[in-house]
Structures are given as C-alpha cells and as structure tokens.
C-alpha cells in the first residue's frame, strides 16, 4: 500500500516562531488532509488539500501532487498550536485514508 | 463538516469483557470508518461500515474481534470483543462530507483494559 511519511517527527517552538512541516507520499493520490490532534485526542480537520495551495488565518498548506509531497506552515506559532500534525491520503475512490506517523509540536511561551 | 457524536467518550475495561462503541452523525452518509489509534501511535482503518451489508475489514482485522453494525445511514456500532491490555486505544468513527472525500472524525472513545 502507499507509504506516508512525515518529517520532522518532533519539533519545538518558541512563540512567535514559524515552521514547516513535510508529508512524502510514495503514490498519486486523490484525498490529502491535514488534521491536528489536540491533547484530548480530538482530531481538527485544517485542510483537505490533494492539490495547490490552501490558506486559513496563520496555517497554509500546498500540496505537489506531481512531486508526491504537501507542506504545512505555521506561523507566528502559539501555545495552542501545540498537539500532533497528521497528514493523511487516499488513492481510490472509497475515502479510506492513510495515516503518517504525525509530527509532534511543542509551542513553549 | 459534519457532527459526529460517540459514545462513551472514555471508558476503563475489564479483561474478557466486551464493549459497544456508538457513533451517531447529524445526517445521512454512505460509508462510515472506524480507526484505531493506540497509545503513541498513528491512526490505523479497522473497517468500513455501509449500511445493509456487511463491513469490509482491513487487513489485520476480524469480525469476530471487532463485530459492527450499521442499521441505518447515521448510526454505527462497533463492538471490541473479549479486551485485552492490548486494546487500549483511542476508537475513532469518521465520515466523509461534502462529496469530495474529505473525512470527518467523531471526538474518539478512549478505553483503557486493566
């Protein structure tokens, strides 16, 4: 099945500070979402993005869907920003998606 | 988006025994998805659930462990049989919206098998 696979698995933060955070897909896909996943375990969807570029207040995403890879930015980052990223795909026409491993964010104040 | 209603939002278990987990979504869908999420780790599809026919598990999964319902377009259970430690996890249902295949999930039930 396709590989996800995203980058960097943990990060920290100081306030205010700008980031980037990478998912590699090892197939062409039709589904790409973002979600953050909050301390309770709830899952926030931010973007669904397969293709372009995608902006909601601080967070932005683009996806190279001819180069397999999407990037999400955060900027001017904030405590409650902290949590874990998911990038998730899906290849056939069902909604099944697959997960990344997520990438950790600590925002510190 | 969608509201997605599960039930219990948490629950500590007893090995051996079972529990029904229930989803319940603001309006009709066609398929709805259960994941798993154990402690630490990503996000992992269990099976899809239509309704009037049977769910199609993932690899990895198996009715008689993992048994669902789906009586009709905006309910679901899904049952995880004789617990072990093992099967402390969080239990997501999602759905998709909006004709795009874009995925919503429920809020997640957390168990917890001593």
């Known amino acids: 099945g396709i590989q996800v696979e995203q980058s960097p698995p943990d990060l920290i933060l100081q306030e205010g500070a700008n980031s980037t955070l990478r998912c590699n897909f090892s197939?062409?896909?039709?589904?790409l979402q973002w979600f953050h996943q909050n301390p309770w375990g709830q899952l926030i969807n931010l973007f669904y993005?397969?293709?372009g570029t995608k902006q909601n207040g601080r967070l932005s995403a683009t996806t190279v869907a001819t180069e397999r890879y999407s990037l999400l930015y955060i900027s001017s980052s904030q405590t409650t920003d902290s949590g874990v990223y998911f990038c998730?795909?899906?290849?056939?026409?069902?909604?099944?998606?697959?997960f990344g491993k997520g990438i950790t964010l600590s925002v510190r104040p | 988006s969608a509201v997605i209603s599960q039930k219990p939002s948490r629950d500590i278990c007893q090995r051996g025994t079972s529990l029904t987990i229930q989803c319940q979504v603001d309006s009709q869908v066609t398929m709805m998805f259960w994941y798993r999420q154990q402690p630490g780790q990503s996000l992992t599809l269990i099976a899809t659930a239509n309704q009037g026919s049977e769910a199609t598990y993932e690899s990895g999964f198996v009715i008689d462990k993992f048994p669902i319902s789906r009586p009709n377009l905006t309910f679901s259970t899904l049952t995880v049989s004789n617990m072990s430690p093992e099967d402390s996890s969080i239990y997501l249902c999602?759905?998709?919206?909006?004709?795009?295949?874009?995925?919503?999930f429920g809020e997640g039930s957390r168990l917890t098998v001593l």
């Open positions: 998730a795909v899906g290849t056939g026409a069902n909604s099944k998606l697959t």
């Open positions: 993005i397969p293709s």
């Open positions: 999602s759905v998709e919206r909006g004709g795009a295949g874009e995925l919503f």
């Open positions: 197939d062409s896909v039709n589904n």
